[in-house]
T-cell receptor
Framework: EDQVTQSPEALRLQEGESSSLNCSYTVSGLRGLFWYRQDPGKGPEFLFTLYSAGEEKEKERLKATLTKKESFLHITAPKPEDSATYLCAVQSTQGGATNKLIFGTGTLLAVQP | GAGVSQSPRYKVTKRGQDVALRCDPISGHVSLYWYRQALGQGPEFLTYFNYEAQQDKSGLPNDRFSAERPEGSISTLTIQRTEQRDSAMYRC??????????????FGPGTRLTVL
């Protein structure tokens, strides 16, 4: 069964303190791995898509990396406005053409000034 | 419109009533998805459409749940004979099949359903 596990569940950082969030996945065949940011009361906001092991993508203070078993979201010198829940999701090749996303439970990040 | 819109934003209903939730995807987006999100959890897939065709409904929990997209644009998720366990945030997303970004799903603000 396709599964996504995110850790830690919650992370508190001081402004400027770099860290990484982990997303471990089990999937029969990976079509894509996605990172989203979700602010309280809002829908998930798309950040990155990664398709193959070794791929990396960057956006401002965020960098996402992918291996065959996990993905990391690295946050460099975070600011308070980076505080949010970060969701990881996978698309599997199982089941044919379905494009459904399988989400993890997220990491709640709090960055203190 | 600029983004995915959903209505109503909040719906309170009594157990046993039917509800209809509406999703208006990003203009031109071919694919439309419905998810349900419990507090503190990631979204859980319900169903999705390409154009007007329902491609996958494997996530619909039971036969009280149904969805349609008759003209390939706006979609309605209907829950019949609502139960308290149906209370959740219902989210819609859309994506464009064309180009390098075809896999990216853009989410709406959601409809918060409360069944009393």
């Amino acid at each position: 069964e396709d599964q996504v596990t995110q850790s830690p569940e919650a992370l508190r950082l001081q402004e400027g303190e770099s860290s990484s969030l982990n997303c471990s996945y089990t999937v029969s065949g990976l079509r894509g791995l996605f990172w989203y940011r979700q602010d309280p009361g809002k829908g998930p906001e798309f950040l990155f898509t990664l398709y193959s092991a070794g791929e990396e993508k960057e956006k401002e203070r965020l960098k996402a990396t992918l291996t065959k078993k996990e993905s990391f979201l690295h946050i460099t010198a975070p600011k308070p406005e980076d505080s949010a829940t970060y969701l990881c999701a996978v698309q599997s090749t199982q089941g044919g053409a379905t494009n459904k996303l399988i989400f993890g439970t997220g990491t709640l990040l709090a960055v203190q000034p | 419109g600029a983004g995915v819109s959903q209505s109503p934003r909040y719906k309170v209903t009594k157990r046993g009533q039917d509800v209809a939730l509406r999703c208006d995807p990003i203009s031109g987006h071919v694919s439309l998805y419905w998810y349900r999100q419990a507090l503190g959890q990631g979204p859980e897939f319900l169903t999705y459409f390409n154009y007007e065709a329902q491609q996958d409904k494997s996530g619909l929990p039971n036969d009280r749940f149904s969805a349609e997209r008759p003209e390939g644009s706006i979609s309605t998720l209907t829950i019949q004979r609502t139960e308290q366990r149906d209370s959740a945030m219902y989210r819609c997303a859309s994506s464009n099949l064309a180009g390098d970004s075809y896999n990216e799903q853009f989410f709406g603000p959601g409809t918060r359903l409360t069944v009393l």
